[in-house]
């Protein structure tokens, strides 16, 4: 009897295009089929975990879902002792903290299946090299030629970065989420960046950003915190090609702090195929397959064989080679149960705050607060 297995992805070529044509492969390697479905990047970033669980054998998350997908024992931990040696080969071959992400409880609930961090984005055919220090942004931005993607939860993202740029890391224990004095300089620098930018930003996403940018008219030449997307830098994927470059930095400090993206591969713990879907997981995650059919097929990889490829960055401008410094130097956020709906009020906080010019100590006492009760249960 052939196994059918049902899985939930993210609704872009980069999240849907190489799960389509590995399940392919993988069909005619095993004979389990595997059918995908698709949610908007909105929905991905918010959609309760549990509720996909109960529909679908597979799902691609993000790691800040791990405390509550672990409370609600909804996703099967992928560490099992009798494929330890595979297991172990996928560790050793993850880019920056893209493994350990998801690990959670001392069980792996993921496994890395596409790295990103916050980096820097750019127009090479009209800017000569990327913009280096932050400070240039805020020139480029009063010019009306930077453009920051602030849509919750991008505007929290951005915060994130800077912060653990600064040397001030927000906290993922709390009781605060960031000293005061700390979280008042971040929000200097993000109204800075965003006090001559087109207020479009604020209702944009990395996506809209980047199709923004990569028209040929487009006003726009770089961005300097968004999430990286392989695709744009492929010829023809839009009329105007963009390069991505490490995060532009602060007083010559190296490339740290960005806060860390990407997607990993989960089992639902209804899946009544467990060994089938654990199997995909661990194959699609390995360093063949990553630095293969799914980087060739519209995929960002998690695996550093193909971040180290000729093959696979030669198409892309040196993308994964241009950024990989900022990844490997990412900072991990909060995965408590109780972060993400933080995250969610957090970012309108930050994003509404700064749009209506409200003072920073305050919405810096919103954040902390905020932070204390996520832990509250």
């Known amino acids: 009897m052939m196994v059918k297995l049902k899985g939930m992805t993210w609704s872009h070529p980069r999240g849907y295009d190489p799960m389509i044509a590995c399940s392919k492969m993988w069909q005619e390697k095993t004979g389990v089929e595997i059918g995908w479905e698709k949610r908007s990047l909105q929905d991905f970033e918010t959609f ?16 800040p879902h791990v405390g509550q997908i672990t409370r609600e024992n909804c996703l099967l931990p992928l560490d099992d002792a009798e494929h330890a040696d595979e297991i172990a080969a996928i560790a050793a071959g993850t880019v920056g903290r893209s493994y350990p992400s998801y690990n959670w409880q001392g069980r792996q609930r993921a496994f890395p299946l596409d790295a990103a961090t916050q980096v ?59 000293a005061k004095a700390d ?20 209702e944009m996403d990395p996506i809209a950003v980047l199709d923004l940018m990569g028209q040929p008219d487009s006003p726009h030449v770089a961005s300097p915190f968004i999430y990286g997307y392989v ?33 990993g591969i989960a089992v ?48 892309a401008l040196d993308f994964y080679r241009n950024t990989r410094a900022t990844l490997e130097g990412a900072y991990v956020r909060p995965r408590h149960d109780g972060y993400m709906a933080f995250q969610s009020d957090a970012s309108e906080t930050i994003s509404n705050g700064l749009r209506a010019g409200e003072q920073h100590t305050v919405l810096i006492d919103k954040l902390n607060r905020r932070f204390a009760q996520s832990f509250e249960g």
Not at 235 to 263: Q, Y
Not at 296 to 311: E, K
């Open 48 to 63: 309760p975990v549990e509720e996909l669980a109960a529909q679908y054998d597979l799902i691609v998350i993000d790691h």
């Open 183 to 202: 979280g008042e300089a971040v929000l200097d620098w993000m109204a800075r960046i965003v006090a001559g930018m087109d207020a479009r930003c604020y």
């Open 120 to 178: 820097q984005a750019y127009r090479p055919d009209r800017l000569n090299a990327p913009v280096k220090d932050l400070a240039e942004f805020v020139t480029l931005a009063k010019e009306g030629k930077a453009i920051l993607p602030m849509r919750p939860p991008h505007s929290l993202m951005t915060f994130i970065s800077l912060a653990a740029h600064l040397g001030t890391p927000c906290s993922v224990e709390g009781p605060d989420f960031i």
């Open 231 to 263: 695709n744009y830098s492929f010829a023809g994927f839009r009329p105007a090609r963009i390069a991505f470059a490490d995060m532009p930095v602060i007083d010559r400090r190296p490339p740290n702090g960005s806060a860390l993206g990407g997607t």
């Open 268 to 315: 639902s713990a209804r899946t009544k195929a467990p060994e089938e879907a654990k199997a995909f997981a661990r194959w699609i995650a390995g360093g063949p397959v990553q630095a293969g059919i799914y980087a060739s097929r519209n995929g960002q990889p998690g695996h550093a064989d193909a971040w180290v490829s000729d093959a696979v960055n030669m198409p």
